[in-house]
């Protein structure tokens, strides 16, 4: 009976899940060789932009020439995660196995610790038995592993960095002082420096706050100037540094227009059209090198916005288009049964984790409007521009809290039934 307890004991603490989320990673790392990229047009799968730029910093050529060859200084990508990069570079090699996997490791730490705001933010609003299963499905799921193990990018950081900002801001509730506020602003200067996405849902978050606590009669005036105090302070220097090299204020990155013009034009089809990104057609690459990247991104956005002016319509349908995609499923080209199973999989983790949404909403539970906030307004950007996949993630542990809570309330429903109509039969024999 001691040893039960203990194994059931471990299997509901935090940390051990988080223990072998990690494990569980490492050992796919390993075992699948996940490690070994594709050395092809100069290791550009290794990390691709992100890499690239990581390379130029380790070469000690500044925070640059983000495609191929000098191109020049860049803010085409936000800078903490290539400037992580550049670290692992400079240490273990630049395009090694062994960076790579340092890199992938370091994802999956940033995965794994993501089940311990994933267990808080569950167990304050939903209760611990779905908090556990939140954490545990987190820790042991293929695609959260899949993005973790195989992909140099700031996806799985993102993901925690947006979980531990719902924990944050769940807990201004019961916090006082200015150090919440302090906390506030840090976290949020480091989203802004690792994905501009989530900057989408920092209003709310903040009004979310401030009406939480005005309710139970906090103050909070001089908590949110701390906060944006902390959070101008901390990328000041990202500013100074855009400012001097380009003329402009550029909070996290450069290339929204070059975006925008990669999912609307001339064939859009709702899809991200990757022929015509500068990493993938000469042309294009070559247009960027000559006009520098503010120039070049300021004339595809131009086009962009002519193309959308033109066809009102077609842009409203592309947009309901890209819609789909996030919450039914990206179009794949090869059509398979697995593929077809792999859709219907998504399309229903959405539907269980709206109605876990709307259950939360009718019962008032505690959070449940932050989480229809961060449904309703990160995605919003990908419905205009383009979807792919890793888009969708930062906001997938949220999603699966809601999606175990709505099975919860399912299991619980039926196991209350029979015991209902237990007691309605005695009444009746009575």
Same mark, same amino acid.
């Given at each position: ?9 471990? /299997? ?9 989320? $990690? ?35 380790? $070469? ?48 999956? $730490? ?75 602003? $840090?976290?949020?200067?480091? =989203? ?43 990328? =000041? ?32 089809? /709702? ?56 919450? /039914? /499923? ?75 809570? =709505? ?24």
């Amino acid at each position: 009976m001691f040893s039960s307890l203990s194994w059931r004991n471990a /299997g509901r603490s935090p940390l051990a899940i988080l223990w072998v989320a $990690l494990a569980v990673r490492v050992a796919y790392i390993l075992l699948g060789h996940t490690y070994r990229f594709k050395t092809l047009d100069g290791n550009f799968d290794f990390g691709y932009e992100m890499g690239r730029i990581g390379c130029s910093l380790a $070469l000690g050529q500044g925070f640059s020439n983000p495609f191929h060859g000098i191109t020049g200084p860049t803010a085409w990508e936000p800078p903490l995660y290539p400037l992580l990069i550049a670290g692992v570079f400079r240490i273990f090699g630049i395009y090694t196995a062994a960076s790579a996997f340092v890199l992938l490791s370091l994802n999956s $730490l940033f995965a794994a610790l993501t089940t311990l705001p994933i267990f808080s933010i569950a167990k304050r609003s939903f209760g611990e038995t779905v908090a556990v299963w939140s954490a545990w499905t987190w820790a042991l799921l293929p695609m959260t592993i899949f993005w973790s193990t195989r992909w140099i990018w700031e996806t799985s950081l993102a993901a925690l960095l947006l979980a531990l900002l719902v924990t944050l801001t769940m807990a201004f509730e019961t916090r006082d002082g200015l150090r919440p506020w302090l906390e506030f602003g $840090l976290l949020w200067a480091i =989203a802004a420096l690792t994905n501009a996405a989530l900057l989408s849902v920092l209003p709310v978050f903040t009004l979310w706050a401030w009406y939480r606590r005005r309710k139970r009669g906090r103050q909070s005036l001089a908590g949110v100037l701390a906060a944006s105090a902390v959070f101008v302070f901390c990328l =000041a220097p990202w500013l100074v540094r855009n400012y001097r090299t380009f003329g402009r204020i550029i909070w996290s990155r450069s290339n929204f227009g070059a975006e925008l013009r990669l999912g609307n034009g001339p064939g859009a089809d /709702g899809k991200w059209m990757d022929s015509e990104h500068p990493s993938k057609d000469a042309k294009q690459f070559e247009l960027y090198r000559q006009m520098g990247e503010i120039a070049y991104v300021a004339e595809r956005k131009q086009e962009a916005l002519a193309f959308i002016g033109e066809n009102y319509a077609r842009f409203a349908r592309l947009s309901l288009r890209r819609f789909a995609y996030f919450w /039914g /499923g990206p179009p794949h080209p090869r059509k398979s049964a697995s593929v077809a199973v792999g859709n219907v999989l998504y399309l229903g983790s959405s539907l269980v984790a709206l109605f876990g949404l709307i259950e939360a909403l009718r019962k008032h539970r505690p959070g449940a409007w932050l989480f229809f906030w961060v449904m309703l307004i990160y995605p919003l950007v990908y419905y205009g521009v383009f979807f792919l996949p890793r888009y969708r993630h930062p906001i997938e542990p949220e999603l699966g809290i809601l999606m175990l809570y =709505a099975i919860h309330e399912a299991v619980s429903r039926q196991r209350s039934t029979p015991a209902r109509e237990r007691r309605m039969g005695d009444v009746y024999s009575q």
